[in-house]
Nanobody, 121 residues
Framework: QVQLVESGGGSVQAGGSLRLSCARS??????MGWFRQAPGKEREMVAT????????YYADSMKGRVTISQDNTKNTVYLQMNSLKPEDTAMYYC????????????????WGQGTQVTVSS
């Protein structure tokens, strides 16, 4: 079992930045990821990290504007988001799972409650 608690969401103007945090307790799964879901849309993957080697993946929609990182001393994964756009408005979720390295969406079985990000124009 694993518990995931997100924080750091909020309201910003377009062009602004936010850093989301995901504090993990419990089992140490090797895939950690950030997903988002806007009203009326499906949940989509934003960024993932394969914790064993630090491999990262970014969705095209946010590539170049986000960075996923981990601090193993704090059992925390971060999502730094820059140059935010109104279309980035969504609930952002942290997720954990086990993988042989691909960290595909199907590998994620545990989810946090989410943190809301709202970007105004």
């Amino acid at each position: 079992q694993v518990q995931l608690v997100e924080s750091g969401g909020g309201s910003v103007q377009a062009g602004g930045s936010l850093r989301l945090s995901c504090a993990r307790s419990g089992y140490n799964y090797n895939c950690m990821g950030w997903f988002r879901q806007a009203p009326g849309k499906e949940r989509e993957m934003v960024a993932t990290i394969y914790r064993t080697f630090g491999n990262t993946y970014y969705a095209d929609s946010m590539k170049g504007r986000v960075t996923i990182s981990q601090d193993n001393t704090k059992n925390t994964v971060y999502l730094q988001m820059n140059s935010l756009k109104p279309e980035d408005t969504a609930m952002y979720y942290c997720a954990a799972g086990q993988s042989d390295g691909s960290c595909a969406r199907s590998n994620y079985n545990y989810w946090g409650q989410g943190t809301q990000v709202t970007v105004s124009s």
